[in-house]
């Protein structure tokens, strides 16, 4: 059963405009949630993340939104480059706090930036 | 400074051949995670160490999958005897130490292309 869940395979997006990704989640104990973007025959790249206290987290053109009443978050990108064309990937992690722990990854949105 | 490091980035073998993987993660990263990927599954845990010392094997799918590290710049991931349906991509990624209480994130390697005949 899928943990982590991202609807949405692909997404289509002009350039310049806003791309809206967005993940679920089923498991109350994940209190850490991170955004990865993969381009093809590389490693996912990590972009942003956010801790389950709070509901939203901004870096610059990313940000990442978090309902946990409604286990849903949302990576908003703005504006739409042509670079940002690559899969991103929704992860969570029920981690106790310090360090590091394996992460459970949705199975990635292929978003697309049109010229 | 270099990233983490896997060898080989692609491997071709036949059913029934042993495989092995390696990881080399970022300097004074102390955690190491093995992950797969597939088309059916995605992107899976297969285990992870925390100073050399595996925490969590749950994901490793049976006793053909075998992961050592042997000291905290070297890791390796077995398959003996290799069969078709382990064919996928896998990820080494590395973490480094906990220093503020926080969650760190994981840095991952380019991946090895496994196919098996």
């Known amino acids: 059963d899928q943990q982590v869940k991202q609807n949405s395979p692909s997404l289509s997006v002009q350039e310049g405009r806003i791309s809206i990704l967005n993940c679920d989640y089923t498991n109350s104990m994940f209190d850490y949630f991170l955004w990865y973007k993969k381009y093809p025959a590389e490693g996912p790249t990590f972009l942003i993340s956010?801790?389950?206290?709070?509901d939203k987290n901004e870096d610059g053109r990313f940000t990442v939104f978090l309902n946990k009443s409604a286990k849903h978050l949302s990576l908003h990108i703005v504006p739409s480059q042509p670079g940002d064309s690559a899969v991103y990937f929704c992860?969570?992690?029920?981690?106790?706090?310090?360090?590091?722990?394996?992460?459970?990854f949705g199975k990635g949105t292929h978003l697309i930036i049109q010229p | 400074d270099a990233g983490v490091i896997q060898s080989p980035r692609h491997e071709v073998t036949e059913m029934g051949q042993e495989v092995t993987l390696r990881c080399k993660p970022i300097s004074g990263h102390d955690y190491l995670f093995w992950y797969r990927q597939t088309m059916m599954r995605g992107l899976e845990l297969l285990i992870y160490f925390n100073n050399n010392v595996p925490i969590d094997d749950s994901g490793m799918p049976e006793d053909r999958f075998s992961a050592k590290m042997p000291n905290a710049s070297f890791s390796t991931l077995k398959i003996q005897p290799s069969e078709p349906r382990d064919s996928a991509v896998y990820f080494c990624?590395?973490?480094?130490?906990?220093?503020?209480?926080?969650?760190?994130?994981?840095?991952f390697g380019p991946g090895t292309r496994l196919t098996v005949l």
């Open positions: 956010i801790s389950s206290i709070k």
């Open positions: 990624a590395s973490s480094p130490p906990d220093t503020s209480g926080g969650y760190n994130e994981q840095f």
């Open positions: 992860a969570a992690s029920g981690y106790s706090g310090g360090g590091a722990d394996g992460l459970t």
